[in-house]
C-alpha cells in the first residue's frame, strides 16, 4: 500500500495477469484520483473515484474506494507491456479546494 | 487539448545558487501547483495559486519562492540550492474547483542537479 513519505513500492507481473493495487490514505476524502506517470513524463489522471460509487470502470481498469476503511484499490486486467508506468493515488483536501495530497507511488513493470 | 511546458527540462546549479523554474500553461486554469518528486518517492506539494497574484504555501515551502505573474504562467525559485533538494519539479494546474474539476494536468518537469 502507498502512501506519502513511504518509498515507491514496486510489482513486476507478466503480460496477461491481473494485477491489483492498493492505496490507504490518512485524511477524511470524497474523491481518488488515480494517476499514471510514464517515464520522463508528469502524471496522467486515469481514473477518479467518488464515494458514493464504491466502484469504477474504465476499459481494462476498475478502481475501488472504501471510506470506512479509508483504503482504495486499483486493478489492471491481462496488463499488457505499455501498462508499465508508476501509479499514484491522490486524495482530495476537504479545507482546500482542489488540493490534492498524492501517495508515494506503486512502480508496475509489465514482462513480456 | 491545452499544454503545459516547464523550462528548463535540466537545471544544473552550484549548492548556495539562486535558481528559476519556469511554467507555462494555456488551458485557461485558474489553479496552479508546483511539486516536487524526489527519486523513488511521491508528489510533494510547494506552493500553489488559485489565481493571478494569490500564493499559498505547500507542505515544502521552506527554501522556496514563487511568483504568479499572470494567469498563465507560475515561478519557482529555489533560494539557495542545496545537494539534498536534487528532483524533479513538476508543475500542473487544474480548474480547481473540486470532484472532476480538481484534475491536475501536469507539465513534464525539471530535473535539478546541484553540484
Known amino acids: 500500500s502507498q502512501w506519502g513519505e513511504e518509498n515507491l513500492q514496486a510489482l513486476s507481473i507478466q503480460e496477461g495477469e491481473d494485477v491489483t493495487m492498493n492505496c490507504s490514505y490518512k485524511t477524511y476524502t470524497t474523491v481518488v484520483h488515480w494517476y499514471r506517470q510514464d517515464s520522463g513524463r508528469g502524471p496522467a489522471l486515469i481514473i477518479l473515484?467518488?464515494?458514493?460509487?464504491r466502484e469504477k470502470r474504465s476499459g481494462r481498469l476498475r478502481a475501488t474506494l472504501d471510506t470506512s476503511s479509508q483504503s482504495s484499490s486499483l486493478s489492471i486486467t491481462a496488463a499488457q507491456c505499455e501498462d508499465t508506468a508508476v501509479y499514484f493515488c491522490?486524495?482530495?483536501?476537504?479545507?482546500?479546494?482542489?488540493?490534492?495530497?498524492f501517495g508515494s507511488g506503486t512502480r508496475l513493470q509489465v514482462y513480456a | 487539448g491545452g499544454i503545459i511546458t516547464q523550462t528548463p527540462k535540466f537545471l544544473i546549479g552550484q549548492e548556495g545558487q539562486k535558481l528559476t523554474l519556469k511554467c507555462q500553461q494555456n488551458?485557461?486554469?485558474?489553479?496552479m501547483y508546483w511539486y516536487r518528486q524526489d527519486s523513488g518517492k511521491g508528489l510533494r506539494l510547494i506552493y500553489y495559486?488559485?489565481?493571478?497574484?494569490?500564493?499559498q504555501k505547500g507542505d515544502l515551502s521552506e527554501g522556496y519562492d514563487a511568483s504568479r505573474e499572470k494567469k498563465s504562467s507560475f515561478s519557482l525559485t529555489v533560494t539557495s540550492a542545496q545537494k539534498n533538494e536534487m528532483a524533479v519539479f513538476l508543475c500542473?494546474?487544474?480548474?480547481?474547483?473540486?470532484?472532476?474539476?480538481?484534475?491536475?494536468?501536469f507539465g513534464p518537469g525539471t530535473r535539478l542537479t546541484v553540484l
Open positions: 500542473a494546474s487544474s480548474m480547481g474547483t473540486g470532484g472532476a474539476y480538481a484534475e491536475q494536468f
Open positions: 491522490a486524495t482530495e483536501g476537504t479545507q482546500v479546494v482542489g488540493q490534492l495530497t
Open positions: 495559486s488559485i489565481t493571478e497574484n494569490d500564493l
Open positions: 488551458f485557461n486554469h485558474d489553479t
Open positions: 473515484i467518488r464515494s458514493n460509487e
